[in-house]
Structure formats: structure tokens, C-alpha cells
């Protein structure tokens, strides 16, 4: 006769972190972003010109603003 043990990991909600929504794209995030460096910021809000930088945003659309070979 052989017995099977399974192990199972059960974590409470405090453990997870909660979703937020992108305030430019509504997508949910587990993290926000908050960029700080002016010319990201400048640029989003020239096509987004509500949002304010304490809203964050997030990382897929903090890619699209961050830009190598800007001036």
C-alpha cells in the first residue's frame, strides 16, 4: 500500500498584493509606477493631460514613455 502526501501552502490575502488599475490604459497592476524623471512625465501628460504623477501608471505603459534615444 502507498500513501500520497501532498503539501499545501495556503497564503492569506495580507500576502497578496491587491491589483490596481492603470489610470491611462485601465489595465490591472499588481505594482504601480511612479515616475519621477520630468521628461517621462512631461510627455505623459502631453497626451494624457489629467493625470497627475502621484497617480502612477503602469510598467507596460511606463515602457512606451521611456524613450533611449529622446534628447
Given at each position: 500500500?502507498?500513501?500520497?502526501y501532498?503539501?499545501?501552502?495556503?497564503?492569506?490575502?495580507?500576502?497578496?498584493?491587491?491589483m490596481?488599475?492603470?489610470?491611462?490604459?485601465?489595465?490591472?497592476?499588481?505594482?504601480?509606477?511612479?515616475?519621477?524623471d520630468?521628461?517621462?512625465?512631461?510627455?505623459?501628460?502631453?497626451?494624457?493631460?489629467?493625470?497627475?504623477?502621484?497617480?502612477?501608471?503602469?510598467?507596460?505603459?511606463?515602457?512606451?514613455?521611456?524613450?533611449?534615444?529622446?534628447?
Open positions: 500500500m502507498h500513501l500520497l501532498f503539501h499545501v501552502i495556503v497564503l492569506p490575502t495580507a500576502c497578496i498584493p491587491p490596481e488599475d492603470c489610470p491611462l490604459c485601465a489595465h490591472e497592476d499588481q505594482e504601480l509606477r511612479y515616475p519621477d520630468p521628461w517621462i512625465t512631461d510627455e505623459i501628460q502631453a497626451r494624457f493631460p489629467d493625470w497627475r504623477p502621484e497617480q502612477g501608471l503602469c510598467g507596460t505603459c511606463l515602457k512606451e514613455f521611456e524613450n533611449p534615444f529622446r534628447p
